[in-house]
């Protein structure tokens, strides 16, 4: 078993040339320069690179001691977040605790229910957890970088409410907790006037890269998962990033070889796992690359498949459908449980060949069949390899994708850091609500949407 995560294109190779591979390093190396010394664009985001060395130790602690509390206090936990503000936590606590998390009895559980809110604007989603906290105790752990976002802003105003209906508005405020800028934004303020514990989203971390800031700790925290663990992985891929040369740097060479990729007009990048656990690790990913680097008309599109229940569904298209696709694995390489097939007396399933075999064992067959077939049918497959399934890994995992993503934007030649294209939703809508000043969009709009009547 290796001691760290690693990233391997050996099964690509028929794709990509050593040549090709040697003529990315010096864009790759000029990339790591940039990005290292805050002269590219977006340098006023590049919080994250010593993060993991050089994070707040007394908020760290702030985040420690609130989730002992929410723990004691609570039985549900409910936090309130979108996109960045939301993904990292959950991605994390679906990887490193129960896969029925909230479902477990609480004696395996030991820590509050966890229910993610204000990452859609769902009626029927929002009442359904009404029913789901009924009269138990509750805390929630509002998140909002802008502090200005629509979703979570509803989401909070709504069930504040059934918290203070409940406790009454002083005990309600010391059961909220908002993760949010140090100084400004709508839910600043709030926080400010109402007395709720806050925490702080640094000015240099964007959304999509604060899963290893108060936004992602204090959720992950509560969840009982090890955030100093979670730390300490990241600060290992930083040193490995930072530290390794191209030839051996896993991150940098991840990046290299999905824009050889690109330039071969393989523009979906589909990243695939076999364990349900990292679900939201690749949606957390989808946001890390799709709004660092889809902008100025460019980029790869990323996807997510889980298999092998998807290989029932979308393994059709990604064998034999437009060939714009390639693939990369997240393998844990040691499974973190094992269950053996027992042999039965009489075969009537046929399954007794894979009697005393493992379990993990069968899904490690599936994926090397399924990652031969991909490559046959002209999908080039990467692996991103994971010893084991905990806190040290993920923070490895996290790193790796964060710091690949910087220099892979700048090899694509974008800022990776903004997300301007998000915007013009966000107008439409406000105008179609009748938000004081956008009344000139709201008039053309309801021109164009009954036109379309
Ligand atoms: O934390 P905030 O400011 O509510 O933003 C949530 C998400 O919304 C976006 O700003 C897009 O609108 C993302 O970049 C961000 O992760």
């Not at 040549?19 to 190396?29: F, S």
């Not at 007009?265 to 690790?281: A, Q």
């Amino acid at each position: 078993m290796s001691s760290k995560l690693s990233f391997d294109y050996s099964a690509a190779k028929k794709f990509i040339s050593p040549t090709e591979v040697e003529m990315m390093k010096k864009a790759v190396q000029m990339a790591k320069e940039q990005l290292i010394s805050g002269m590219g664009p977006g340098s006023d985001y590049l919080g994250w690179i010593d993060l993991p060395i050089n994070y707040d130790k007394d908020e760290f602690n702030k985040i420690q001691k609130a989730a002992e509390k929410i723990k004691a206090d609570s039985d549900v936990l409910l936090v309130i977040g979108i996109g960045g503000s939301y993904l990292g936590a959950r991605a994390a606590i679906e990887f490193l605790r129960h896969s029925f998390y909230n479902s477990v009895s609480k004696e395996i559980r030991k820590t509050p229910e966890i229910y993610f809110v204000g990452n859609n604007i769902s009626s029927t989603y929002m009442n359904h957890l009404r029913d789901v906290i009924g009269d138990r105790d509750f805390s929630i752990n509002v998140i909002s970088k802008s502090g200005t976002t629509t979703e979570p802003a509803i989401a909070f105003r709504i069930f504040k409410k059934l918290l203070i209906d409940k406790y009454g508005k002083e005990e309600a405020a010391k059961r909220i907790y908002a993760t949010t800028d140090k100084s400004k934004g709508a839910l600043k303020n709030l926080a400010t006037s109402e007395g709720y514990e806050s925490f702080v989203v640094p000015d240099d971390i964007g959304g999509r890269f604060s899963v290893l800031t108060a936004v992602g700790l204090l959720p992950i925290a509560v969840s009982g998962a090890d955030i100093a663990k979670l730390m300490e992985g990241a600060a290992s891929m930083r040193k490995h990033c930072l530290e390794a040369p191209y030839e051996e740097n896993d991150s940098l060479l991840y990046a290299a070889i999905r824009n050889i990729l690109l330039k071969k007009g393989k523009t979906i990048e589909i990243l695939v796992n076999y364990e349900p656990s990292l679900h939201y690790v690749s949606e957390w990913w989808k946001q890390l690359y799709g709004e660092s680097e889809g902008k100025d008309q460019k980029g790869i599109y990323p996807a997510s498949v889980d298999f092998t229940t998807d290989l029932h569904s979308m393994g059709q298209f990604i064998q034999d459908g437009q060939r714009t696709l390639f693939e990369t694995i997240v393998n844990i390489e040691n499974s973190s449980s094992e269950i053996i097939i027992e042999e039965e007396e009489v075969d009537l399933d046929g399954l007794n060949y894979l009697a005393g075999k493992s379990v993990d064992f069968i899904n490690k067959s599936a994926m090397k069949g399924t990652l031969l077939a991909h490559t046959d049918g002209n999908v080039p497959n990467l692996l991103v390899n994971l010893p084991m399934q905990n806190e040290y890994y993920l923070g490895q995992l996290f790193y790796f994708f964060e710091f690949a993503c910087g220099i892979s934007g700048y090899l694509l030649g974008v800022n990776p850091f903004d997300q301007p294209g998000v915007e013009s939703y966000k107008r439409n809508m406000f105008a179609l609500l009748g938000k004081p000043g956008y009344e000139t969009q709201r008039e053309e709009l309801l021109k164009r949407l009954e036109g379309q009547e």
